[in-house]
């Protein structure tokens, strides 16, 4: 990888986290780092390209992100940890993860890059490996025996939807002490709608808030 493509992909990550994906234009970020706006085309082939290096950057920070969680010998606390470093993951990168799910002002990101697409990207194979992050712990689960046999996709689909509708309440500022003191029992609820047993899901859950607290 060349050291131009290099400077122009983080001068994109910081455009994107600072202004919004909507402020990402050629010549601004070619200026930034010295170079002719030829330089997107001959390293991304254009706008398009360059969309999609900075998601595909974005989700393979946000599976590491996650991948660093440590495992321990309770995979439920493992899997409710892996959600808590999800969660720190958007609320430190939310212009990158508006991006990443499609969230951004589409008819603004029409024009620059017309055939971006949020369920694409989560097929492209970085978004398969960060989805991967999450059915693998659910899979742990339930080889452990805490969820009942089932689906471990669909399972995941579930734990995701809940996240990312947490998550979008809080991005877009609307968490209250009312709303956030819901997310303890809306993760016990589903945990045991998942077949856990209540108290050990509490206890999971528990211990998963101790181990991702600051030290």
């Known amino acids: 990888m060349s050291r131009t493509r290099d400077e122009l992909l983080a001068a994109a ?3 994107v986290e600072v202004d919004g994906p909507e402020a990402l234009r050629a010549r601004k970020l070619t200026a930034e780092i010295g170079v002719s706006t ?3 085309y001959t390293h991304f082939g254009g706008m398009p390209g360059l ?3 900075v998601i595909t ?3 393979e920070r946000f599976a590491t992100h996650v991948r660093q969680t440590p495992r321990t010998d309770d995979p439920m606390t493992d899997l409710i940890a892996g959600g808590l470093a999800y969660s720190e993951f958007a609320f430190q990168n ?3 993860y508006r991006l990443m799910f499609g969230l951004a002002n589409r008819a603004t990101l029409r024009g620059l890059a017309p055939n971006l697409d949020a369920a694409e990207t989560w097929r492209s194979p970085a978004g398969v490996e ?4 999450l059915l693998e712990s659910v899979e742990r689960v339930i080889e452990a025996g805490d969820f009942r046999p089932q689906d471990p996709r669909a399972a995941a689909l579930q734990i995701l939807s ?3 509708g947490y998550l979008l309440l809080g991005l877009g500022g609307l968490v209250t ?5 819901l997310i303890t029992p809306l993760t016990v609820n589903l945990m045991a709608g998942l077949g856990a047993d209540r108290e050990k899901a509490e206890r999971s859950l528990a211990r998963a808030i101790r181990d991702r607290a600051p030290r």
Request: proline share 4%.
């Open 38 to 40: 030829m330089a997107v």
């Open 162 to 164: 809940m996240t990312h």
């Open 94 to 96: 939310p212009q990158l």
């Open 57 to 59: 950057e974005g989700l």
């Open 130 to 133: 960060a989805f991967s992050v």
């Open 51 to 53: 969309f999609e290096a």
């Open 13 to 15: 990550m910081r455009t």
């Open 177 to 181: 002490e009312e709303t956030q003191a």
